[in-house]
Nanobody
Framework: QVQLVESGGGLVQPGGSLRLSCAAS????????MGWYRQAPGKQRELVAH???????NYADSVKGRFTISRDNAKNTVYLQMNSLKPEDTAVYYC????????????????WGKGTLVTVSS
């Protein structure tokens, strides 16, 4: 069983920074893609950024130049450094993992964490 646990959310003023972390557990050998999505009140969940196990990254246009995604493959952990935060970045941020290789099986489905709330407000 693969589990994802996010941390690092909270309240921050506009222009501030936060760093989110997401650790995957469950006898994992490797994960193809890890990423962050967010869902603001009344809106659909949207991609923020993702990173492959080879280090290739992809960002939503709305966060390019402000957010940086990175991962530690040895720890099966993905990070999201968020700078120059804006009120419109307020949302629940969800971590996901796609293509998980454990010691005995390969799982092609997407796994999700429970989310961490980020609130940008003065």
């Amino acid at each position: 069983q693969v589990q994802l646990v996010e941390s690092g959310g909270g309240l921050v003023q506009p222009g501030g920074s936060l760093r989110l972390s997401c650790a995957a557990s469950g006898s994992i050998v490797s994960i193809n893609i890890m990423g962050w999505y967010r869902q603001a009140p009344g809106k659909q969940r949207e991609l923020v950024a993702h990173v492959t196990d080879g280090g290739t990254t992809n960002y939503a246009d709305s966060v390019k130049g402000r957010f940086t995604i990175s991962r530690d493959n040895a720890k099966n952990t993905v990070y999201l450094q968020m700078n120059s935060l804006k009120p419109e970045d307020t949302a629940v941020y969800y971590c996901n993992a796609l293509g998980v290789q454990t010691g005995t099986n390969y799982y092609g489905e997407t796994y999700w964490g429970k989310g961490t709330l980020v609130t940008v407000s003065s």
